[in-house]
């Protein structure tokens, strides 16, 4: 695809429902011109327009019975040229949401193969501006074993997450929805403020907005297995030693180490964040998480937090199920997919409160200070569950607000 292929509100060909749709409208259209030509004179004019429009059909179907939620979902996955909003309507919920700098949503959607792992499938991607209303979309037809579409907020835009084996996939779109081509190179980039960390540990990939360029960090420990890049360019990484040495924090400027930190005994080091000169580290015991380590200025001084009003034992799905996210102000959420979160009073991250959320949220991200939840089936279904969709919380979880589309 070309860059001045805007994918406003679709470029892609017609598929069939929508040729059947257009057929309907204009038969529809026909008759209520031959209705207004004849004026208001009898009753039984209207009952000759009724049965005009009748005789035309609904959906392309002779019967004129409605098309089922099944009926149409799979109709939709193996559409060649399917389009974005019943892409959208099938999925029910996002696969994810990513926020770029001036407030703008990229939503990215998946309709799977419901009997299979393998078989036909469609993804979508739709922008909503700041006053949420679309500004683009897109979807494609692929099968159910691709990799679904990921993307990250970047510098004045958004950035394709590429495929597991970092040689392709990775392009950015700006936010009114146009594709630009990203150069991968092999060579490792010192990060800088605005690069953003697009995947790891496998492959551990960079994105620089100034130049749309992915690269692999430089710099980076060998022995690193988890990463975090802070928007100071400051490259945090978790070092776990082949050897019997406690993990460490590693953190780095211009491919230089700056300062590391040990994981105190008997915890290993699990997921990593970082923003604005705070880190956190969830502490892995056994098969849980037990709590975090935590620094506010910079690396110069860290802190266990083993309670501060978390339940930390009754985190049951394993420490890669854990959720942690900084926000712009520096406090951090913490919980885990599918079940309970916390959020921090503040910038401290000492003391905790509960989030009471009005569904299950299979999966949670922050974007600035506003909190999104997603709700989904965790595997691909017809129907829908309970509250489906995202819900958004701009108040630190007090209210939540239930998105809706404005056109």
Same mark, same amino acid.
């Given at each position: 695809?070309?860059?001045?292929?805007?994918?406003?509100?679709?470029?892609?060909?017609?598929?069939?429902?929508?040729?059947?749709?257009?057929?309907?409208? !204009?038969?529809?259209?026909?008759?209520?011109?031959?209705?207004?030509?004849?004026?208001?004179?009898?009753?039984?004019?209207?009952?000759?327009?009724?049965?005009?429009?009748?005789?035309?059909?609904?959906?392309?179907? @002779?019967?004129?019975?409605?098309?089922?939620?099944?009926?149409?979902?799979?109709? &939709?996955? $193996?559409?060649? *040229?399917?389009?974005?909003?019943?892409?959208?309507?099938?999925? @029910?919920?996002?696969?994810?949401?990513?926020?770029?700098?001036?407030?703008?949503?990229?939503?990215?959607? $998946?309709?799977?193969?419901?009997?299979?792992?393998?078989?036909?499938?469609?993804?979508?991607?739709?922008?909503?501006?700041?006053?949420?209303?679309?500004?683009?979309? *897109?979807?494609?037809?692929?099968?159910?074993?691709? !990799?679904?579409?990921?993307?990250?907020?970047?510098?004045?835009?958004?950035?394709?997450?590429?495929?597991?084996?970092?040689?392709? @996939?990775?392009?950015?779109?700006?936010?009114?929805?146009?594709?630009?081509?990203?150069?991968?190179?092999?060579?490792?980039?010192?990060?800088?403020?605005?690069?953003?960390?697009?995947?790891?540990? $496998?492959?551990?990939?960079?994105?620089?907005?100034?130049?749309?360029?992915?690269?692999?960090?430089?710099?980076?420990?060998?022995?690193?297995?988890?990463?975090?890049?802070?928007?100071?360019?400051?490259?945090?990484?978790?070092?776990?030693?082949?050897?019997?040495?406690?993990?460490?924090?590693?953190?780095?400027?211009?491919?230089?180490?700056?300062?590391?930190? !040990?994981?105190?005994?008997?915890?290993?080091?699990? &997921?990593?964040?970082?923003?604005?000169?705070?880190?956190?580290?969830?502490? &892995?015991?056994?098969?849980?998480?037990?709590?975090?380590?935590?620094?506010?200025?910079?690396?110069?001084?860290?802190?266990?937090?083993?309670?501060?009003?978390?339940?930390?034992?009754?985190?049951?799905?394993?420490?890669?199920?854990?959720?942690?996210?900084?926000?712009?102000?520096?406090?951090?959420?913490?919980?885990?997919?599918?079940?309970? +979160?916390?959020?921090?009073?503040?910038?401290?991250?000492?003391?905790?409160?509960?989030?009471?959320?009005?569904?299950?949220?299979?999966?949670?991200?922050?974007?600035?200070?506003?909190? +999104?939840?997603?709700?989904?089936?965790?595997?691909?279904?017809?129907?829908?569950?309970?509250?489906?969709?995202?819900?958004?919380?701009?108040?630190?979880?007090?209210?939540?607000?239930?998105? @809706?589309?404005?056109?």
């Amino acid at each position: 695809m070309s860059d001045d292929q805007t994918l406003l509100l679709s470029s892609s060909p017609l598929s069939s429902s929508a040729l059947a749709k257009k057929a309907v409208a !204009a038969c529809e259209d026909a008759a209520m011109v031959w209705l207004r030509k004849r004026g208001r004179r009898t009753v039984g004019l209207l009952a000759s327009a009724a049965l005009a429009l009748t005789a035309c059909g609904h959906g392309g179907s @002779g019967g004129g019975k409605p098309e089922d939620r099944e009926a149409k979902y799979k109709r &939709v996955i $193996e559409d060649p *040229h399917p389009r974005p909003a019943e892409v959208i309507e099938m999925a @029910g919920a996002p696969l994810g949401v990513s926020r770029a700098d001036d407030g703008s949503l990229l939503l990215a959607y $998946e309709a799977g193969n419901v009997e299979d792992d393998e078989g036909p499938a469609a993804t979508a991607w739709r922008i909503v501006g700041p006053d949420g209303r679309t500004v683009a979309e *897109h979807a494609e037809h692929g099968d159910a074993e691709a !990799a679904p579409p990921a993307f990250k907020g970047a510098g004045g835009g958004f950035v394709r997450v590429p495929q597991a084996d970092g040689a392709e @996939g990775a392009w950015s779109l700006d936010v009114r929805g146009r594709r630009h081509k990203a150069v991968i190179t092999g060579t490792p980039l010192h990060a800088r403020p605005g690069d953003v960390l697009l995947a790891e540990p $496998e492959p551990t990939l960079i994105y620089r907005p100034a130049t749309r360029t992915v690269a692999p960090p430089a710099g980076v420990p060998d022995s690193a297995v988890r990463l975090a890049v802070d928007e100071r360019g400051t490259v945090w990484s978790l070092d776990q030693p082949l050897t019997d040495d406690p993990n460490r924090v590693v953190w780095q400027r211009d491919g230089r180490t700056v300062g590391s930190t !040990a994981v105190p005994r008997p915890y290993l080091g699990g &997921v990593l964040a970082a923003r604005g000169g705070i880190a956190a580290l969830s502490l &892995v015991q056994g098969e849980g998480v037990r709590g975090l380590l935590v620094t506010t200025d910079g690396g110069r001084h860290w802190r266990k937090v083993l309670a501060g009003g978390i339940a930390w034992r009754d985190l049951k799905r394993g420490p890669d199920a854990l959720v942690l996210r900084l926000l712009a102000d520096g406090r951090l959420l913490v919980g885990e997919e599918g079940g309970r +979160y916390w959020l921090a009073a503040d910038r401290t991250n000492s003391a905790f409160r509960e989030l009471r959320t009005p569904v299950n949220f299979t999966s949670f991200t922050v974007g600035g200070t506003t909190l +999104y939840g997603i709700a989904d089936a965790t595997t691909s279904t017809y129907d829908l569950v309970k509250g489906e969709g995202l819900w958004i919380s701009r108040d630190n979880g007090r209210e939540w607000r239930r998105y @809706g589309q404005r056109g």
